[in-house]
């Protein structure tokens, strides 16, 4: 047979190697392992909605050590909680029509896919943790109200009174304030000019003047990846200012507050809940990262997807893939232009911002 020139030769050479480099890369861990600098690793990673530093700090700190994916984020959602992060994460904030504050919290595995949560918890701080219990001393995915709180107790969590002089002060005024903003519509007497105790208005159809504009609420979301792969997802909020008693949001909620699968990503919101729930965003992003979309294009097209029938609502969602990879997005209000976030990896530890859509 013919023999290859010596320029032919090194060619193959060259060829064959490129091959072995590859093959190499994919043993080890696949295309990212070959395409991601050295100096640039991705893993671990924390990403965190608004500039809540040192709950990220406290989180990257675990997960860069000896604690698990799922540590990560109880640990970062807890100091949130004992810091009153914004005064819209834990005990002492938020207070309901009632003054009280209660508080809403999960946490997934997205390993196992399972889920803990708790909406309406009353007299317990540790929102997050008693989600973390839920999860893994129970077969339960959310449990609410003052069931919550007596399973909480049971498990050796504390009952603490969670309102301070702030939550009293904030209620006494929305008092003199004939209690505006509310969230009631369609009962008499007008919630606009009263108080209540409400009744409904028979006619479904008369018509009741625009409800107060939504004002920010800083809910605690987190995504964290170890370096072995494994995903968590957590959120920790006290709710909504003046909301109705036994109102739960998005943040316990599966799909909605956030949402895990170490095959694919995470994603968790932050927002205008009562909205955001019936979209199931986090849940969405996921699954179009599992497409192979591109993390930021994925938390943009699960807004978008709301902005349809909410135009202009407030909310913004984080999404990371399973590689590391991370994308933000914010739904353009009047009370949100931009987006304040955490992100703490291997290259960097720094508040990132992102302009709303």
């Known amino acids: 047979c013919r023999t290859l020139p010596a320029m032919g030769l090194r060619r193959v050479a060259a060829a064959v190697l490129v091959l072995a480099v590859l093959a190499l890369a994919l043993a080890l861990g696949g295309w990212c392992a070959l395409a991601t600098p050295r100096g640039e690793q991705l893993l671990p990673l924390v990403l965190c909605t608004w500039p809540y530093r040192e709950a990220a700090e406290r989180a990257w700190k675990t997960v860069n050590s000896e604690g698990s994916a799922l540590d990560a984020v109880e640990n970062g959602c807890s100091l949130c909680e004992r810091e009153q992060c914004r005064g819209t994460v834990g005990f002492g904030g938020s207070p309901d029509e009632s003054g009280e504050t209660t508080l ?100 479904l159809g008369t018509k009741t003047s625009a409800r107060s504009q939504f004002l920010s609420h800083d809910t605690i979301g987190m995504i ?94 984080i999404c990371a893939n399973k590689t590391g990879h991370y994308g933000v997005a914010c739904s353009k209000s009047p009370n949100l232009t931009q987006f304040h976030f955490m992100i703490f990896n291997p290259s960097t530890a720094s508040e990132k911002i992102v302009d709303c859509i």
Not at 146 to 161: H, L, R, T, V, W
Not at 290 to 301: F, M, S
């Open 104 to 203: 809403d919290a999960m946490i997934m595995n997205g390993d196992t896919m399972e889920v803990g949560g708790v909406g309406d918890l009353r007299r317990i701080k540790s929102a997050i943790s008693v989600a973390r219990a839920v999860m893994e001393h129970s077969t339960h995915t959310l449990l609410v109200g003052q069931s919550a709180s007596i399973f909480s107790q049971n498990m050796g969590f504390p009952s603490e009174d969670l309102t301070t002089n702030v939550s009293l002060s904030e209620h006494l005024e929305w008092l003199n304030q004939k209690c505006q903003p509310n969230f009631r519509k369609q009962v008499f007497p007008p919630a606009e000019t009263s108080c209540g105790p409400y009744k409904p208005v028979k006619e």
């Open 224 to 317: 964290t990846i170890h370096r072995n792969g494994s995903i968590a997802a957590g959120t920790s909020t006290n709710g909504l200012l003046h909301k109705i008693p036994g109102r739960v949001g998005d943040s316990p909620i599966a799909g909605a507050g956030a949402y895990a699968d170490s095959t694919a990503g995470a994603a968790a919101a932050t927002g205008n809940g009562d909205i955001m729930m019936r979209f199931l965003p986090s849940y969405q992003a996921v699954e179009y990262m599992r497409l192979g979309k591109d993390p930021t294009l994925a938390c943009q097209e699960a807004i978008g997807r709301i902005q349809k029938y909410h135009p202009n609502f407030f909310g913004a969602l």
